[in-house]
């Protein structure tokens, strides 16, 4: 008997061939059980049923302690998304493009879409609000020789001055601005409303003085962009908002977006 050999047909490679093969397989199905903790089971695009008791596959409850305090949530379950959507497809069959009925950027049709997150705000490490404005945050300031967008004028997409900056929403762990704090005028509303970092560029105007450009929406828009409940926080479920209405307006601010180029 050569050495390696257990029996006349079977040696240690193979052995280990075969059980490399075992572990792999195991494996795949482990992973493809984790891959559908959430947006599973599937339901049908047209008429929304899907099977409540899927058995291959969809892995077993598990519980995640949601950190200070929040209590714990369960995944996969039977919790459906069951917001009406303010659209109508082009065509009776599955997978046809959704038509808006209403205002898609309020309604949240489209690149407008949010997600029903929780209606809580992110926290740090340390237990505090992570996005906060600068005006609570003291331990924050605009860096020597950047320009303070405090007191400038926001130029929405229509050219109007759509209101002023009032104060900078920070995130405390990432040290950078989240948000514009934006007092608009009374002809678009005279409210606060959050502005999102990422939709805005800055730029000149008469001269030198420098203002914040935002291409996605009109100056009347910014009466209807998304609010916070409570003054000087922010919730997760209300970024997602947020952001979606300014999301939305690349498209659907103004009619000839949604039109060809040529």
């Not at 740090?124 to 860096?143: Q, R, Y």
């Not at 002023?164 to 005279?190: C, H």
Request: aromatic share 10%; glycine share 10%; hydrophobic share 40%.
């Amino acid at each position: 008997m050569e050495t390696g050999s257990i029996v006349g047909s079977i040696d240690v490679a193979q052995v280990t061939l075969y059980v490399f093969w075992i572990f792999f397989a195991a494996l795949i199905w482990y992973i493809r059980q984790e891959d559908r903790r959430e947006g599973y089971p599937l339901e049908h695009d047209v008429t929304g049923e899907y099977d409540k008791d899927p058995w291959l596959w969809l892995p077993a409850k598990k519980t995640f302690n949601l950190p200070h305090g929040h209590g714990e949530v369960q995944f996969p379950n039977d919790k459906r998304d069951t917001r009406p959507i303010a659209a109508e497809r082009t065509a009776n069959f599955a997978g046809a493009p959704l038509q808006p009925t209403g205002n898609p950027m309020i309604d949240g049709v489209g690149p407008a879409s949010w997600a029903e997150r929780s209606d809580i705000p992110e926290v740090a490490a340390d237990g505090k609000n992570l996005i906060a404005p600068m005006s609570t945050a003291e331990d924050f300031s605009i860096a020597e020789g950047d320009p303070d967008p405090r007191g400038m004028s926001v130029i929405a997409c229509d050219k109007t001055a759509a209101g002023t900056v009032s104060d900078v929403w920070v995130d405390r762990a990432e040290q950078v601005i989240r948000y514009f704090q934006v007092d608009l005028s009374a002809e678009n509303g005279g409210r606060s409303v959050l502005l999102p970092h990422n939709f805005v560029t800055l730029g000149k105007i008469r001269g030198d003085e420098r203002v914040l450009n935002v291409r996605s929406i009109t100056a009347a828009q910014f009466a209807d962009v998304p609010g916070t409940a409570s003054p000087g926080q922010v919730t997760l479920l209300e970024e997602d908002k947020i952001m979606g209405y300014y999301g939305g307006g690349t498209l659907y601010a103004m009619p000839e977006r949604q039109e060809p180029l040529l």
